[in-house]
């Protein structure tokens, strides 16, 4: 996707390129960059790290030594001080990852699979926890011939996202056959839906939201 997170694209100067596929593996898993991303373009000790993502001071550490010996942080500094000298790391402001080193399969896999079995858990504690009765998975064949299943009741009634008191949530993987224009027109209206709820500064609950579509190749 592109760039809709509010951030500027860094300067050729301040990207650094990887050749090492463990490296790579880090800086292209957000859950592993956000350990990173407090020393990224700035200069931070293992302390106000720690701080910054609520971590124990020795967790910090083995963090920063791991990340030192995958060459994604340098020592910069020292300062002097009675006792242990306060050491001081930075990291690139960003990095690039060809994809000769790290396929875009791979990365996407990586963070997808994190990601899915985090929603699947949430859906599924929604689910039960908001939805009352007898409520199961109701498989048919719709008009078009795709087989189909949505949560339902055994007597047939769907659960509906749009009702008031429906729980927030939305799930599943459709087949579609539409002309190249109207795949185009699609893309466009998704992005138009989402971007406007990217990067904001709000209070409020958090939700994990999803969008994919691509070309089926069988």
Same mark, same amino acid.
């Given at each position: 996707? @592109?760039?809709?997170?509010?951030?500027?694209? +860094?300067? @050729?100067?301040?990207? !650094?390129?990887?050749?090492?596929?463990?490296?790579?593996?880090?800086?292209? =898993?957000?859950?592993?960059?956000?350990?990173?991303? +407090?020393?990224?373009?700035? %200069?931070?000790?293992?302390?106000?790290? #720690?701080?910054?993502?609520?971590?124990?001071?020795?967790?910090?550490?083995?963090?920063?030594?791991?990340?030192?010996?995958?060459?994604?942080?340098? %020592?910069?500094?020292?300062?002097?001080?009675?006792?242990? $000298?306060?050491?001081?790391?930075?990291?690139? $402001?960003?990095?690039?990852?060809?994809?000769?080193?790290?396929?875009? !399969?791979?990365?996407?896999?990586?963070?997808? #699979? $994190?990601?899915? %079995?985090?929603?699947?858990?949430?859906?599924?504690?929604?689910?039960?926890?908001?939805?009352?009765?007898?409520?199961?998975?109701?498989?048919?064949?719709?008009?078009?011939? !795709? +087989?189909?299943? =949505?949560?339902?009741?055994?007597?047939? !009634?769907?659960?509906?996202?749009?009702?008031?008191?429906?729980?927030?949530?939305?799930?599943?993987?459709?087949?579609?056959?539409?002309? @190249?224009?109207?795949?185009?027109?699609?893309?466009?209206?998704?992005?138009?839906?989402?971007? @406007?709820?990217?990067?904001?500064?709000?209070?409020?609950?958090?939700?994990?939201?999803?969008?994919?579509?691509? +070309? =089926?190749?069988?």
């Amino acid at each position: 996707m @592109p760039d809709l997170q509010g951030s500027s694209l +860094p300067t @050729p100067s301040q990207v !650094e390129v990887l050749t090492d596929l463990r490296a790579a593996q880090v800086v292209t =898993d957000r859950t592993q960059l956000r350990l990173l991303a +407090p020393f990224m373009g700035q %200069e931070r000790t293992v302390s106000q790290v #720690a701080g910054l993502l609520h971590l124990s001071t020795t967790a910090a550490y083995k963090v920063t030594q791991r990340f030192l010996n995958l060459g994604l942080l340098r %020592e910069t500094r020292t300062e002097a001080r009675a006792g242990r $000298a306060l050491r001081y790391y930075r990291a690139p $402001a960003a990095y690039f990852t060809p994809f000769t080193v790290m396929s875009l !399969e791979q990365i996407g896999q990586q963070n997808r #699979a $994190a990601h899915l %079995e985090r929603f699947e858990r949430d859906f599924a504690r929604t689910v039960q926890h908001e939805l009352h009765g007898t409520w199961g998975a109701l498989t048919r064949v719709l008009p078009s011939g !795709e +087989p189909f299943y =949505d949560v339902a009741t055994r007597d047939g !009634e769907s659960w509906n996202p749009l009702d008031d008191d429906a729980p927030v949530i939305l799930s599943g993987w459709n087949l579609v056959t539409l002309p @190249p224009a109207e795949a185009r027109a699609l893309q466009r209206e998704l992005m138009a839906v989402v971007e @406007p709820y990217l990067n904001r500064q709000t209070s409020g609950n958090p939700y994990l939201l999803g969008v994919f579509l691509t +070309p =089926d190749h069988g």
